[in-house]
């Protein structure tokens, strides 16, 4: 089989100047390769014709699959379509079913149809339309010569659902690609480099065709097995059995064998439980409640949140005690009980829990430092607390608290 | 003054698999950008001789500055030294100024140099070493003809530390740069076409040496105002008195003459008028007050919130009455009304607001189908109400709900 080549090409100024971070090239890339497809080039261009059509005429030469994102909003800066009917020789035209489609996307929300609008419809008569599901820019295939092109709209979540929908079908469809297995196997509560000495010896025996790479994130480390081979089905029973010799060396820090964050993992436990959950957020200010709900389904098991973020409020809405308050502060261990019990109560709730503490830059003591953070959970057999010690800056406390207090709740329902 | 072309090459197989995301290109842009040198293409490609040759060979064609990040590593992966070597047709051998470096990097750390390390300090000898101060590969910096290569390692700290210190002073001195101006003009409660239609006059007589660029994510659209000469004071003065005359045109949606984010601005509104907010969120399940709380310093304005996601919550913990929910549903005007209302009045704040709607994908009924929303806005003179009829997606409904709300506050406050 001979490897295929795929280049990302990503257009847009604002990419060029560092005032976007291009994620989009990085997601597809990601994407392709669990399906066994390798980009072998990315490249990055601005909203300039001649720069444009160069960077086309020099993919064609190097690989068999070029994708595109950006420059397909209705606005003159963007070029990609007339490059593309110019690089294609083509005419373009209004695309009847295009039409139909961006005229109901308007009428659905209650709005005319504007000219601009309606040029969104128009593409070079060349091409296979790509619907764009949620969007108004459709996508565009383009084959000659046993190539293929295709363009996306720039705009994320727009491109991931023709990618993941319709696109990578479509490619796995047309070009061969070796059988790859990835295993994802998650982790909560240690850090990479603990974990890479409990699993050491069980790493050191993978056999050559097996890859193991460590993927850490906030507040937890994602393990990722890799398989290359032509049985699918053969490699797809070796990693399954490789991951059972993992799970007594490092099964208490494993949440999931599999590729769901811990919010899911906690929500599905919740629902086969009949557990319902109530949270108590002061620093985390909404993340944990975000991502719990992030979850379809969740109001399934989720009752709500209460953000007493004043102080007051942890008194009048949330029931602590003044003297525990006074005595103790807002952000210390016999406070984020209360919080937790609290709310389990008042919620009418089997699970309570709670945080508080400093996300900073501002508030710190001197016995409390910025990223001094307690979390708490409490059903009704029980109350753990847990006291972090975490960083100077504020959006990585609030998730790694966020992160580590699902990890706390997975931890006491998971048995 | 002719324009400098720029590239950057991240070389790496994690890049081009989607293991690790590329910000090393992205900040060279924007750091680049600040002093008036414009990136004009950026490439990734993996571990492979062909490949970064191939790359060498095209980008000295096109430009005259090319930044090369990553493949300096130790290990036999890292091919980027004597690739540029044998580009550069030079030997490669031991800097004795490079040895001293890297001995001293070990001994202040407590251990021996391996051979390993040692051969970190062999360079290709037509280069000029460039120091890194924090690690253990040294940059180099190549010139022939008029154009510069420039190697730096792939460790972001240790790349933007030579940046900043001695590639950009350089770069400064060896080229004349163009004066560039950014400004960014951020508008929320407008689609891009529409936007686009009501300043087309103003659009349409933009100087040529002044580009507009529709910058749109989820609920709002930044725009980009670029200008280009070579004094830059008079160039601020004339992108200053264009965003002036922008203002009568499309004023009532543009929140920032500058970047920042809508809650931020919202934020500063609510503290400089010393107003308390408070919310209740539904559908959107903490992510408004995630936003808000993502602000340093929000205490100062942001009471806390309220998330009854739980039908019975709405009345037991906010109060709504038990006829409203009967009559109307949760997610109704009258619903939405009073838990603005209820929030504020609790919470004792000066501001309520609220969501209340189907996220998806669950949870439709005939006359209320996914995506459809409620929010409102409350203080003690009026309630505003606003319905949203958005897609299918929950994630981007949460998103553009939280947006669309905080827009609806801004547009209360602003006078």
């Given at each position: 089989m001979n490897p295929i080549y795929i280049e990302i090409i990503a257009i847009g100024d604002e990419l060029l100047y560092g005032q976007?971070?291009?994620t989009n090239s990085h997601w597809i890339s990601s994407e392709l390769d669990k399906v066994g497809f390798k980009v072998t080039r990315r490249t990055t261009i601005g909203d300039r014709e001649d720069e444009i059509m160069r960077a086309f005429a020099e993919a064609e030469q190097r690989a068999s699959i070029v994708l595109i994102t950006g420059?397909?909003?209705?606005?003159?800066?963007?070029?990609t379509k007339p490059c593309l009917a110019k690089f294609f020789d083509c005419e373009v035209a209004i695309n009847e079913e295009a039409l139909e489609e961006v005229t109901a996307f308007f009428k659905k929300r209650g709005r005319e149809l504007t000219e601009v609008n309606r040029?969104?419809?128009?593409?070079?008569?060349?091409c296979t339309k790509i619907t764009n599901a949620i969007g108004t820019a459709p996508g565009m295939w383009f084959d000659r010569n046993g190539k293929v092109f295709v363009s996306m709209p720039g705009v994320p979540h727009e491109m991931k659902m023709m990618m993941s929908n319709i696109i990578i079908p479509k490619l796995k469809q047309q070009f061969r690609t070796p059988s790859i297995i990835h295993q994802i196997v998650r982790t909560i509560g240690i850090g990479e480099s603990f974990l890479a000495e409990k699993i050491k010896v069980w790493e050191d025996s993978l056999p050559s065709h097996i890859k193991l790479a460590y993927l850490p994130s906030t507040g937890e480390v994602k393990l990722r097995l890799t398989g290359m081979g032509t049985d699918e089905k053969a490699l797809k029973k070796e990693i399954d059995s490789l991951v059972e010799k993992l799970l007594p060396l490092a099964g208490q820090y494993?949440?999931?064998?599999?590729?769901?964050?811990i919010e899911k993992v906690v929500g599905d436990l919740l629902r086969d439980k009949g557990f319902k959950l109530s949270i108590a957020e002061s620093c985390t200010g909404g993340y944990v409640s975000h991502l719990i709900t992030?979850?379809?389904?969740?109001s399934e098991y989720f009752l709500g949140s209460m953000i007493p973020y004043d102080y007051e409020l942890k008194m009048?809405?949330?029931?602590?005690?003044p003297e525990t308050l006074e005595k103790?502060?807002?952000?210390?261990e016999p406070t984020i009980i209360e919080m937790a019990n609290n709310v389990r109560a008042r919620f009418n709730a089997n699970i309570g829990v709670a945080t508080s503490g400093?996300?900073?830059?501002?508030?710190?003591?001197p016995d409390k430092p910025v990223g001094t953070i307690w979390i708490a959970y409490s059903d009704k057999y029980k109350t753990e607390t847990k006291l972090l010690k975490l960083t100077q800056d504020r959006l990585v406390n609030i998730r790694y608290t966020s992160t580590a207090l699902l990890g706390l709740i997975w931890q006491n329902i998971r048995k």
């Open positions: 976007t971070l291009d420059g397909l909003g209705p606005t003159n800066d963007d070029l040029q969104q419809a128009a593409l070079p008569v060349c494993i949440y999931c064998v599999g590729d769901h964050p992030s979850v379809p389904g969740s009048r809405q949330l029931g602590v005690r103790f502060g807002a952000v210390s400093i996300a900073g830059p501002g508030g710190a003591t």
